[in-house]
């Protein structure tokens, strides 16, 4: 039987549970960051839901607004960095854990079973890397800067400028993946 999303994120609770200190030392400046994770690991919650799941305390009770501010702003910093997200329209905002927040809390010592995660991995930095240069190598020959062989056979040309646009499309698909894991 496969495990759902929502196993997973139990699993994992429970394992940055039993390392709360390390968490902290690498990547947090405060155990309300940590918190905040691990109440986001339960689902999407909004900032208000929280606070009444962190503190106990719900909107109009006395210490609501002060503990508000400290949540809002550790879930800013935690967004700021890569490891939360929110809609941008509607009424409702809630934060939800970013999949690469999950790599990273999944590669931590003492945490096994994630895989490691980089935003933007060897492979694509090199797809990148190869697109912009056959778009300069183009367009160089396209001005005819470049003599000899390639600025006299249109043939080479053609060929140089349709793998540019296949890479450039590749690069472009694979940059929308990183965002899309970001966000």
């Known amino acids: 039987m496969v495990g759902t999303r929502e196993d997973s994120f139990g699993e994992l609770r429970d394992r940055i549970n039993g390392s709360l200190s390390e968490l902290v030392r690498a990547q947090f400046t405060d155990l309300l960051q940590v918190e905040v994770l691990l109440e986001l690991l339960n689902g999407s919650r909004t900032v208000s839901e929280l606070v009444s799941a962190i503190y106990g305390v719900a909107d109009g009770d006395q210490g609501f607004k002060t503990s508000y501010t400290r949540v809002s702003r550790a ?18 905002k809630p934060y939800h854990i970013t999949q690469l927040a999950v790599a990273r809390l999944s ?8 895989s490691r995660t980089d935003v933007l991995p060897r492979g694509d930095l090199t797809l990148y890397v190869s697109s912009l240069s056959l778009g300069l190598v183009s367009v160089v020959a396209g001005r005819g800067i470049i003599t000899g062989a390639l600025a006299e056979v249109d ?14 499309g590749a690069a472009l698909t694979r940059l929308y993946d990183a965002i899309r894991r970001v966000v």
């Open 75 to 92: 879930a800013a910093e935690l967004r700021s960095r890569g490891f939360l997200s929110r809609r941008l329209l509607g009424k409702e």
């Open 107 to 114: 590669s931590f010592e003492g945490i096994r079973g994630g």
């Open 155 to 168: 043939f080479l040309y053609l060929v140089i400028f349709s793998l540019f646009l296949l890479a450039t």
